[in-house]
């Protein structure tokens, strides 16, 4: 009996830290390094690992002409028209880019992105506004 609580114990221990890491993982860069509001960051942390790196820009479906690709990803989102009307990303305006409204998922923009299961974090969608809000500055 007193075997069965320890496995028990165990496996219970076990599934509330998988769940707890599961939570904490998304939105968390590679080690020694956390996700900031800059391009850099949501350059390294967002679009290489979860746009680049998952086939999709370039590659995949995604339209050419929108490479998230280290060294072309700026210049080919800030002030840069979109199929919706408005610009890619409009410094210093979230509400009117493409980029944010679709990671956020509004429907005015088609799907949201990423697709699949790279959906991004909270904490992820939120550095992407602020970059934005702050200017877009591509450091």
Same mark, same amino acid.
Request: glycine share 10%; hydrophobic share 40%; charged share 10%.
């Given at each position: 009996?007193?075997?069965?609580?320890?496995?028990?114990?165990?496996?219970?221990?076990?599934?509330?830290?998988?769940?707890?890491?599961?939570?904490?993982?998304? /939105?968390?860069?590679?080690? /020694?390094? =956390?996700?900031?509001?800059?391009?850099?960051?949501?350059?390294?942390?967002?679009?290489?690992?979860?746009?680049?790196?998952? /086939?999709?820009?370039? =590659?995949? =479906?995604?339209?050419?002409?929108?490479?998230?690709?280290?060294?072309?990803?700026?210049?080919?989102?800030?002030?840069?028209?979109?199929?919706?009307?408005?610009?890619?990303?409009?410094?210093?305006?979230?509400?009117?880019?493409?980029?944010?409204?679709?990671?956020?998922?509004?429907?005015?923009?088609?799907?949201?992105?990423?697709?699949?299961?790279?959906?991004?974090?909270?904490?992820?969608?939120?550095?992407?506004?602020?970059?934005?809000?702050?200017?877009?500055?591509?450091?």
């Amino acid at each position: 009996m007193k075997n069965i609580y320890k496995i028990g114990s165990f496996f219970l221990l076990s599934f509330v830290l998988f769940t707890y890491a599961c939570e904490h993982e998304q /939105g968390v860069g590679p080690p /020694g390094g =956390g996700l900031e509001p800059t391009f850099s960051s949501i350059q390294t942390n967002i679009f290489t690992l979860k746009c680049v790196n998952a /086939g999709c820009h370039p =590659g995949g =479906g995604a339209p050419p002409s929108l490479p998230l690709q280290a060294g072309v990803a700026y210049n080919a989102l800030v002030n840069v028209p979109s199929v919706f009307a408005i610009p890619r990303v409009d410094p210093a305006n979230a509400n009117n880019s493409a980029l944010y409204l679709k990671v956020i998922g509004d429907n005015s923009v088609g799907s949201r992105m990423p697709l699949s299961r790279n959906a991004l974090s909270s904490a992820e969608t939120n550095a992407i506004r602020d970059w934005i809000n702050n200017g877009a500055q591509n450091n």
